[in-house]
């Protein structure tokens, strides 16, 4: 099956409304199915950080205080896109010259980091997690939130979704 690509414009529709900061860096991106994201993904990710010296500890997994929330956040997009890139290892020019194709064209991942405010009693703070842009059960577009601190999709209370304040795609 072809993967599935989305444009930006399509990515805004699907955000909480009131986000200022909201940027692209691709013109379209190739979706990755949610049981894919948030199984296989997810572990293959949890292995990349362990061959790099991350290990797994205690109640935050992954957390340093020189690695943690906004560093786990860009490095599960990153790996997500190092995925794509090996699924379409032909570049433009490769392509044109041998008349063989990738699977697909999209520039990037629906796989973006988002930033919003944990409010307590007496206290905020911010964190950093993911967002993806997948077909759900219904095959209709969602958006879902992914912890890469090893707890996996996560739902947002409506305070958490509407203090987001910065999307990057």
């Known amino acids: 099956m072809k993967p599935q690509t989305i444009k930006q ?5 699907l955000l909480p409304e009131g986000i ?16 894919f994201l948030i199984q296989k993904g997810l ?5 990349w950080l362990k061959f790099s010296g ?6 935050k997994r992954y957390w340093k205080r020189n690695y943690d929330c906004d560093n786990l956040a860009n490095a599960f997009k990153t790996y997500m896109n190092l995925l794509h890139a090996k699924a379409n290892p032909l570049s433009f ?9 990738n699977e697909t064209t999209a ?8 930033y919003f405010e944990i409010k307590g009693k007496k206290t905020s703070s911010q964190h950093a997690i993911n967002i993806a842009i997948t077909r759900g059960l219904r095959t209709k577009l969602v958006p879902i939130f992914i912890e890469p601190n090893a707890a996996g999709k996560i739902k947002l209370t409506k305070k958490e979704r509407e203090s987001i304040w910065y999307v990057n795609f």
Not at 9 to 13: F, L, Y
Not at 43 to 47: A, D, L, T
Not at 107 to 114: F, L, M, N, T
């Open 107 to 114: 520039q990037g991942v629906a796989i973006g980091v988002i």
């Open 54 to 59: 991350i290990e797994s500890v205690g109640q």
């Open 9 to 13: 414009a399509d990515i805004k529709k």
């Open 20 to 35: 200022k900061n909201v940027f692209f860096s691709d013109a379209d991106y190739a979706m990755f199915n949610e049981t």
């Open 43 to 47: 572990q293959g990710f949890k292995k």
């Open 93 to 101: 020019t490769e392509s044109f010259k041998t008349g063989k194709a």
